[in-house]
């Protein structure tokens, strides 16, 4: 399996993935680098907006959580996290990995890290529009007295 | 006079330990978690997130448990807590033409490109109990299909192909935003939809209830009904480029609603729109209803004094938080206020019965100042 992703790719892929699979695939990487907080985690909200009618004006529908922080490696690379919901440890883990993957260890963060999120959101995904598919009506027209 | 009093604090204190007690329940009975009721009382989820104007269902489920269920209560609880987040800004407007639809049903389309998915849906159940559920037991799988892979367009677009539809006119207007300022009437679309998918459900309901029943007239057609997860985009200054920072459900209702015309506009069809948090489509439906009946200003309708075309009336009463704080304080000690209102019935009462019967208002006098007065 193959990922082709950018910087807005693999933050978006972090900031979506469940900690419950993030964690056992950072863990599993076994890399701790030394690094000095930029802006400590902190728990947050945006405004999610709507469009009237879908496509018209925007208007605002809702807050939702998100946490973000910012890290240095000594390296001086700098990790940004913003990930979905209120764990401060996953965003933690998020900036990391977005640190990594714009050095020399990038291949190894993204063949251990980033593939196996996006083969598991997409596992995800395609499960959901599977059982979805199975709840189509397939429409039939009974035979009228008439065509007879 | 106000009279400022103390006391009652070990009676707040032992009451505040028993509704935990109880909140609790019988010990033999296994305590209830906070993903149990995420995982299992979705819908529930759905409601206080929705209402609570915040998207955490982890949140939303703690707050049902330490509500104790009480809906109201818990979007109380979610809008207290929503108000010492600190906000990072606000997300691109979302796509719902790319969301990946659990279910999508039209009323007014068969063979709609995308088809009909029905979904996790109640419809077409007999709403007979299922005693089943009353014991454990497993559940069998969902059947599955094949998915098709393009995103499943708007119903709307279609009709808007043929220009029978009014066209939603494209913008990129800062909306306002009821959280930060007070709600000014007159209002705009966009602050009635923020206040409507944040509003009591139960009120947002009879409201669209009574423009079917024929108070405005508007009887709307569901173009479409979606249910599924978008990406929330959200532009990131440090980076200065936006990416995905989460993704949430959402439902989304369209109305079709006939139109005969104006001065201006041909005879066409025109758009009522509900989106919420959730699947939550009651709610959407509701909303999209009100929304419609809301815009008979701006589509030179007749005014038929009808409540849900009373922008002010809608919005100064679909909040169930502002209603119930305003509802409830008026069980909290009133004692100094209804002194003073006793003690004016009793001087009404003087002065009617001694205009009444100029020889007896004596006697009377006596009777009620043995009654017990209203205490501190």
Not at chain 1, 22 to 49: C, D, H, I, K, Y
Request: proline share 5%; with cysteine.
């Amino acid at each position: 399996m193959t990922v082709e992703l950018d910087r807005r790719g693999w933050m978006s892929l972090l900031a979506k993935a469940p900690m419950a699979e993030l964690a056992p695939l950072w863990r599993a990487l076994n890399m701790s680098p030394e690094f000095q907080w930029l802006r400590a985690p902190e728990v947050g909200a945006t405004m999610v907006r709507g469009r009237m009618g879908g496509t018209g004006a925007p208007f605002n529908l809702g807050e939702m959580t998100i946490t973000r922080c910012s890290l240095q490696l000594d390296d001086g690379v700098v990790g940004h996290g913003y990930v979905q919901g209120r764990d401060k440890e996953k965003a933690r883990m998020a900036a990391l990995v977005d640190a990594l993957m714009q050095g020399e260890m990038a291949d190894r963060v993204c063949r251990d890290v980033l593939v196996p999120l996006a083969g598991a959101f997409r596992d995800a995904k395609a499960e959901r529009a599977a059982k979805a598919a199975a709840t189509k009506v397939d429409f039939f027209t009974m035979v009228r007295g008439e065509d007879k | 006079m106000y009279v400022a009093v103390k006391g009652g604090e070990r009676a707040i204190d032992n009451a505040h330990a028993w509704l935990a007690e109880e909140r609790r329940g019988d010990l033999d009975v296994a305590e209830l978690s906070v993903a149990q009721i995420r995982e299992q009382l979705r819908l529930a989820v759905n409601r206080v997130m929705g209402e609570g104007s915040l998207y955490d269902p982890d949140l939303a489920a703690l707050a049902i448990k330490q509500a104790r269920g009480d809906m109201i209560e818990a979007i109380f609880l979610i809008r207290a807590y929503r108000t010492t987040l600190p906000r990072f800004g606000h997300s691109e407007p979302v796509d719902t033409g790319a969301m990946a639809c659990d279910r999508r049903v039209s009323a007014t389309f068969k063979d709609a490109p995308g088809g009909q998915i029905l979904g996790p849906t109640f419809d077409y159940t007999h709403r007979l109990l299922d005693f089943k559920l009353a014991a454990e037991g497993d559940v069998p799988e969902a059947a599955v299909g094949t998915p098709r892979a393009e995103p499943t367009p708007h119903i709307t677009e279609f009709l808007n192909q043929e220009g029978l539809i009014q066209a939603e006119p494209e913008s990129e207007a800062t909306p306002g935003d009821l959280t930060r300022e007070p709600l000014e009437l007159p209002s705009n679309r966009p602050l009635r939809l923020q206040a409507l998918t944040r509003g009591d459900e139960g009120f947002v309901l009879s409201m669209a209830y009574s423009t079917q029943r024929g108070y405005a007239r508007n009887h709307a057609f569901v173009g479409e009904l979606r249910i599924g997860k978008v990406a929330v985009e959200m532009d990131i200054p440090e980076l200065g480029f936006a990416i995905e920072v989460g993704e949430i459900e959402l439902t989304e209702c369209e109305t079709v609603n006939q139109f005969q015309g104006s001065k201006t506009e041909p005879p066409q069809f025109t758009r009522g729109y509900g989106l919420v948090f959730g699947q939550s489509e009651r709610k959407a439906i509701s909303m999209a209803l009100v929304d419609r009946a809301l815009r008979w200003k701006e589509l030179g309708e007749d005014d038929m004094s009808a409540p849900a075309q009373d922008e002010e009336f809608v919005l100064y009463h679909s909040d169930n938080i502002q209603a119930t704080g305003f509802l409830e304080h008026i069980k909290l000690p009133h004692y100094v206020d209804f002194q003073s209102e006793l003690e004016l019935i009793r001087k009404l009462r003087r002065e009617a019965e001694a205009a009444a019967q100029p020889g007896d208002a004596k006697s009377r006098d006596d009777a009620s100042a043995t009654s017990p007065e209203a205490a501190e």
